[in-house]
Nanobody, 123 residues
Framework: QVQLVQSGGGLVQAGGSLRLSCAAS????????MAWFRQAPGKEREFGAA????????TYADSVKDRFTISRDNAKNTVYLQMNSLKPEDTAVYYC????????????????WGQGTQVTVSS
Protein backbone atom coordinates (compact mmCIF):
# COMPACT_ATOMS: atom_id res chain seq x y z
CA GLN A 1 0.00 0.00 0.00
CA VAL A 2 1.43 3.34 -1.07
CA GLN A 3 1.46 6.07 1.53
CA LEU A 4 2.67 9.66 1.36
CA VAL A 5 2.79 11.12 4.86
CA GLN A 6 3.26 14.86 5.12
CA SER A 7 4.57 16.96 7.98
CA GLY A 8 5.79 20.47 8.66
CA GLY A 9 2.91 22.83 8.05
CA GLY A 10 1.72 25.52 10.43
CA LEU A 11 1.26 29.21 11.04
CA VAL A 12 3.97 31.71 10.16
CA GLN A 13 4.18 35.46 9.73
CA ALA A 14 4.70 37.01 6.34
CA GLY A 15 8.35 36.93 5.40
CA GLY A 16 8.96 33.79 7.40
CA SER A 17 9.93 30.29 6.36
CA LEU A 18 8.58 26.77 6.65
CA ARG A 19 9.76 23.39 5.43
CA LEU A 20 7.34 20.69 4.40
CA SER A 21 8.29 17.03 4.29
CA CYS A 22 6.63 14.10 2.58
CA ALA A 23 7.75 10.58 3.44
CA ALA A 24 6.81 7.86 0.96
CA SER A 25 6.37 4.15 1.53
CA UNK A 26 5.09 1.24 -0.49
CA UNK A 27 6.69 2.34 -3.73
CA UNK A 28 10.14 2.45 -5.31
CA UNK A 29 10.68 6.09 -4.53
CA UNK A 30 13.51 6.74 -6.97
CA UNK A 31 11.32 5.72 -9.92
CA UNK A 32 8.78 8.46 -9.23
CA UNK A 33 8.83 12.14 -9.92
CA MET A 34 7.53 14.12 -6.96
CA ALA A 35 5.60 17.34 -6.75
CA TRP A 36 3.91 19.79 -4.44
CA PHE A 37 0.51 21.28 -5.17
CA ARG A 38 -1.61 23.61 -3.10
CA GLN A 39 -5.24 24.56 -2.75
CA ALA A 40 -6.41 27.80 -1.22
CA PRO A 41 -9.94 28.21 0.13
CA GLY A 42 -12.42 28.62 -2.68
CA LYS A 43 -9.81 28.01 -5.36
CA GLU A 44 -8.76 25.13 -7.52
CA ARG A 45 -5.70 23.08 -6.71
CA GLU A 46 -2.62 24.54 -8.36
CA PHE A 47 0.86 23.33 -9.14
CA GLY A 48 3.74 24.51 -6.99
CA ALA A 49 6.92 22.61 -7.72
CA ALA A 50 8.13 19.29 -9.07
CA UNK A 51 11.36 17.33 -9.10
CA UNK A 52 12.53 14.52 -11.32
CA UNK A 53 13.40 11.03 -10.09
CA UNK A 54 17.02 11.79 -9.21
CA UNK A 55 16.64 15.51 -8.62
CA UNK A 56 18.28 16.72 -11.79
CA UNK A 57 15.19 18.46 -13.10
CA UNK A 58 13.06 20.91 -11.13
CA THR A 59 10.00 22.86 -12.22
CA TYR A 60 8.38 25.75 -10.38
CA ALA A 61 5.23 27.77 -10.75
CA ASP A 62 5.93 31.43 -11.39
CA SER A 63 4.18 32.30 -8.13
CA VAL A 64 6.77 30.45 -6.03
CA LYS A 65 9.89 30.63 -8.15
CA ASP A 66 12.91 32.08 -6.33
CA ARG A 67 11.15 31.65 -2.97
CA PHE A 68 10.46 27.92 -2.76
CA THR A 69 12.91 25.06 -3.25
CA ILE A 70 11.95 21.46 -3.85
CA SER A 71 14.43 18.73 -3.02
CA ARG A 72 14.47 15.01 -2.37
CA ASP A 73 16.47 12.41 -0.52
CA ASN A 74 16.04 9.05 -2.22
CA ALA A 75 17.85 7.29 0.63
CA LYS A 76 15.12 8.51 2.99
CA ASN A 77 12.23 8.23 0.52
CA THR A 78 11.39 11.83 1.30
CA VAL A 79 10.67 14.98 -0.66
CA TYR A 80 10.89 18.45 0.82
CA LEU A 81 9.57 21.90 0.08
CA GLN A 82 11.54 24.75 1.60
CA MET A 83 9.38 27.85 1.59
CA ASN A 84 11.01 31.23 2.19
CA SER A 85 9.72 34.80 2.05
CA LEU A 86 6.21 33.53 2.62
CA LYS A 87 3.29 35.75 1.69
CA PRO A 88 -0.34 35.70 2.87
CA GLU A 89 -1.32 34.50 -0.60
CA ASP A 90 0.70 31.34 0.01
CA THR A 91 -1.93 30.29 2.56
CA ALA A 92 -3.32 26.96 1.41
CA VAL A 93 -3.44 23.26 2.02
CA TYR A 94 -0.30 21.78 0.50
CA TYR A 95 -0.22 18.31 -1.03
CA CYS A 96 2.71 16.20 -2.11
CA UNK A 97 2.24 13.86 -5.03
CA UNK A 98 4.10 11.02 -6.74
CA UNK A 99 3.93 10.31 -10.45
CA UNK A 100 5.55 8.01 -12.94
CA UNK A 101 5.24 10.30 -15.96
CA UNK A 102 7.84 12.95 -15.25
CA UNK A 103 8.01 16.17 -13.29
CA UNK A 104 5.24 18.02 -15.04
CA UNK A 105 2.81 20.66 -13.85
CA UNK A 106 -0.46 18.83 -14.45
CA UNK A 107 -2.03 17.04 -11.52
CA UNK A 108 -3.17 14.32 -13.91
CA UNK A 109 0.46 13.18 -14.14
CA UNK A 110 0.48 12.16 -10.47
CA UNK A 111 -0.97 8.98 -9.10
CA UNK A 112 -0.44 9.10 -5.36
CA TRP A 113 -1.22 11.97 -3.04
CA GLY A 114 -0.42 12.93 0.53
CA GLN A 115 -3.05 13.81 3.09
CA GLY A 116 -2.48 17.55 2.88
CA THR A 117 -1.03 19.95 5.39
CA GLN A 118 -2.21 23.44 6.22
CA VAL A 119 0.10 26.40 5.75
CA THR A 120 -1.19 29.72 7.03
CA VAL A 121 0.73 32.95 6.50
CA SER A 122 -0.40 35.92 8.55
CA SER A 123 0.12 39.50 7.44
Amino acid sequence: QVQLVQSGGGLVQAGGSLRLSCAASGLTFSTYAMAWFRQAPGKEREFGAAISRFGGGRTYADSVKDRFTISRDNAKNTVYLQMNSLKPEDTAVYYCAAGYKGNGMSDSMYTYWGQGTQVTVSS
